[in-house]
């Protein structure tokens, strides 16, 4: 008798992972420094995992030790359970201040369903924000987040499905990040002047990052530019220095963005008009 054939949902079928791909395992002792809050965040089981907790008095937060110039890095993050409204959870590369380059997963707290908003600064410039809904409970259970960076483009994944990409434009009106080196941030703060009030009876927030792994280009000069990179497998293996989206992988972009993103600037003007940089850059990234 042939073995019955297993039929995945279909929902099933386009969501499965689009990758597996080795990465170099991290830990949050030897990688990742607490850099405020006092106590409310705490790395523990082996620097497997980081707690990261939000009273009246602070929220809290850390960076990577090291800065890259390039590379990926992934979290497994459950946020925080119940009416977390106002509250913002946070991983994100930045470089330095001021003119600033970014790439963004900010998880904006709610009383019904968390937002998944993304951003990204070249030179201090942001504004490029684009919002989805889950189709999950981000509550619920520890969720993959990742960021590809390379020499081409930054591309979003969540459990592995892209959801955003960032391609460079190779015009002067769209700057890229390619200039500085940037460090990995987890926080955990009080977004109440951004997305509306906390209720603070509900305190502490308690925020779960989990399994913090990257392959990337690390910076071992000065932290702010012509520095020296040496890179971990960028070349054979994961090759994340080369990726460009497959065809499938854009598909899951268009049909990810299709269903759940609710807010993109690339349909905001601003004055009636959209900029320039705006409009080139939206045009090669959808
Ligand atoms: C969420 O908060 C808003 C504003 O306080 C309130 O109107 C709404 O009923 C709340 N929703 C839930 C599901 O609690
Ligand atoms: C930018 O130039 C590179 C190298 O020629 C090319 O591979 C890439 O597709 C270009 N990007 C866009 C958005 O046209
Ligand atoms: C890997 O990184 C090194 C150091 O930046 C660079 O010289 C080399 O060309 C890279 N390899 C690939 C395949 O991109
Ligand atoms: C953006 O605008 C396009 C064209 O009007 C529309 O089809 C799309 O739904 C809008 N997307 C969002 C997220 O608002
Ligand atoms: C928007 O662009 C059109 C066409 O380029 C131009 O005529 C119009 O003045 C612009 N409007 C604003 C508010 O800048």
């Not at 960021?147 to 434009?169: C, E, M, S, T």
């Not at 502490?204 to 910076?219: E, L, N, R």
């Not at 497998?233 to 065809?247: D, I, P, Q, Y």
Request: hydrophobic fraction near 35%.
């Amino acid at each position: 008798m042939a073995p019955k054939k297993l039929v995945a949902p279909i929902s099933l079928l386009l969501f499965a992972l689009s990758h597996t791909v080795l990465l170099n395992a991290a830990d949050f002792y030897s990688d990742f420094t607490v850099t405020w809050g006092g106590g409310r965040a705490t790395i523990y089981n082996g620097g497997e995992d980081l707690q990261l907790m939000m009273d009246r008095a602070s929220g809290s937060g850390g960076e990577s030790k090291t800065a890259f110039l390039f590379g990926r890095f992934d979290v497994q993050i459950k946020l925080i359970p119940g009416n977390s409204a106002g509250t913002v959870t946070t991983f994100y590369l930045q470089s330095r201040s001021p003119y600033q380059d970014e790439i963004d997963f900010e998880f904006l707290g709610s009383n019904s369903s968390y937002v998944l908003h993304t951003n990204i600064y070249t030179g201090g410039n942001g504004g490029r924000e684009q919002q989805f809904h889950f189709w999950f409970d981000p509550t619920a259970d520890f969720h993959t987040y990742s960021i590809l960076w390379n020499p081409q483009q930054i591309n979003w994944y969540v459990d592995g499905i892209p959801i955003r990409v960032f391609k460079k434009a190779n015009v002067s009106e769209v700057a890229y990040l390619e200039n500085q080196p940037m460090k990995i941030h987890a926080s955990l703060w009080d977004g109440s002047n951004w997305i509306g009030p906390i209720d603070w009876s509900k305190a502490p927030f308690i925020a779960h990052y989990h399994g913090y792994s990257y392959t990337a280009c690390v910076w071992t000069g000065s932290e702010n530019r012509y520095g020296l990179v040496t890179c971990s497998n960028n070349g054979t293996g994961n090759n994340w220095m080369n990726k460009v989206l497959s065809e499938d992988e854009k598909n899951k972009i268009e049909m990810v963005q299709k269903k759940y993103m609710f807010y993109t600037y690339c349909n905001k003007s601003t004055g009636g008009n959209r900029s320039e940089s705006t409009i080139i850059e939206c045009s090669i990234n959808t």
